[in-house]
């Protein structure tokens, strides 16, 4: 039998590089495992959440039928907490769904690392118990919103507004078994950062 790998949560504020983080994980040898890439796929043409999504937030979020309207729903979840929990109480269950079937193969394939990169992890109860460990990628606010507006061409106030409904970086860090910082570092210092945090891992 083989040995079962860890299970690894992997988070961060918007703008700290988790994905960067998660790519090297991948280079590795960690299965990668995207919650954000989930919930793209089921919002996407014919994804399996619009149906629930039109039930609960009417036609008015959609480009055409079938076709989310992307940006307005953005919009609407941040300028509204309730509508915000709408959407995560009905994405959240599918997203986890998928994530264990896709844990299950990764797991199957007798790898050392399942890497679960998950944006919300420190604010939802659903996703720890399913962890071994969280590694938490950190930077500065002042960072974060450098980051993002070079990016993706927000404003400072824009950027602050989303990381206003994130979790706090203080409760990010409390809730963190390894913290990587990530202020304007370069790739190989990360992955050096990571090759001391797992040295199971190998490149």
């Known amino acids: 039998m083989h040995k079962k790998p860890l299970h690894l ?4 504020g918007i703008g700290s590089g988790k994905s960067t983080v998660c790519r090297l994980l991948a280079d590795r040898g960690a299965s990668v495992i995207d ?30 039928p079938g076709i989310l309207d992307r ?6 979840v941040f300028d509204d ?10 994405l959240h269950p ?7 079937r896709q844990a299950a193969t990764a797991a199957a394939q007798s790898v ?39 990016r993706s061409g927000l404003d400072a106030a824009s950027v602050q ?12 860090l409390q809730a963190a078994d390894y913290v990587l910082c990530n ?6 210092e990360i992955s050096a950062q990571l090759g001391l945090m797992f040295p199971f891992l190998e490149i």
């Open 9 to 12: 949560g992997v988070t961060g």
């Open 35 to 64: 919650a954000d890439a989930i919930s793209r796929a089921l919002t996407a043409e014919g994804g399996a959440a619009l149906p629930a999504i039109a039930q609960a937030f009417g036609e008015g979020v959609f480009q055409s």
């Open 71 to 76: 940006e307005k729903l953005r919009r609407l």
């Open 81 to 90: 907490g309730g509508a915000r929990h709408t959407l995560q109480n009905l």
């Open 94 to 100: 599918m997203i986890a769904q998928e994530i264990s």
């Open 112 to 150: 050392a690392c399942i890497a679960f990169d998950i944006p919300l992890l420190v604010e939802s109860v659903r996703w720890r118990p399913m962890l071994h460990r969280v590694l938490v990628v950190d930077c500065s606010p002042a960072t974060q919103i450098k980051r993002v507006g070079a």
């Open 161 to 172: 507004k989303i990381m206003a409904s994130q979790s706090s970086r203080a409760n990010r």
């Open 183 to 188: 202020e304007s570092v370069r790739i190989d």
